[in-house]
């Protein structure tokens, strides 16, 4: 499951912690660790991603439980620069700078679907599932979150 899922998993974390590398390492080892418990625990898990996904969004839940006064805008004010890879063009970075923005301004009910949608490519059922939610709900506010996401723009 690691091979086939860590970096995933790292994204997510990455961009749900306001972009801290470090923090979303220790998640992601975090969410391997309570897996391995978990199984080792002679339980079994019928879809492993989407159990990932949900374990690493529980952490992530927590981690901004005992952490509220993390945003983007205030890392940046610290000097720190998300930085993206340096192979895009500067069109894309400039453009995925602004997106980061947008998706900063969000609702976090919303961004938190757009981002395990387009950047995580979960699908709307497996989202539904790691939230709790019905596939329904997850479709309306991927929808809502891509239109105010529009409007921003």
Same mark, same amino acid.
């Given at each position: +499951?690691?091979?086939?899922? %860590? ?8 961009f749900?912690? %306001?972009?801290? *590398?470090e ?21 079994? &898990?019928?879809?492993? *991603? ?9 952490? &992530? ?14 890392? #940046? ?8 890879? #340096? *192979? ?9 700078? #602004? +997106? ?11 961004? #938190?679907?757009?981002? +395990? ?7 709307? =059922? ?15 506010? &991927?929808?809502?979150?891509? =239109?105010? &996401? *529009?409007?921003?723009?």
């Amino acid at each position: +499951m690691y091979a086939d899922y %860590a970096d995933a998993i790292f994204r997510h974390c990455f961009f749900r912690l %306001a972009y801290d *590398r470090e923090k979303a390492k220790d998640l992601v080892q975090d969410t391997f660790t309570k897996t391995w418990n978990y199984l080792a625990q002679g339980k079994n &898990i019928a879809n492993p *991603r989407a159990f990932l996904y949900k374990v690493a969004t529980n952490l &992530i839940i927590n981690a901004y439980a005992k952490k509220k006064d993390l945003s983007l805008d205030n890392l #940046q004010e610290q000097g720190f620069d998300p930085g993206l890879d #340096q *192979r895009d063009s500067l069109y894309n970075f400039l453009d995925g700078r #602004q +997106m980061l923005k947008d998706l900063d301004q969000l609702d976090p009910q919303y961004s #938190q679907v757009v981002v +395990m949608r387009y950047i995580d490519d979960l699908s709307p =059922k497996e989202i539904a599932e790691i939230l709790g939610e019905s596939e329904n709900v997850v479709s309306v506010r &991927i929808h809502r979150g891509l =239109k105010k &996401i *529009r409007e921003l723009i």
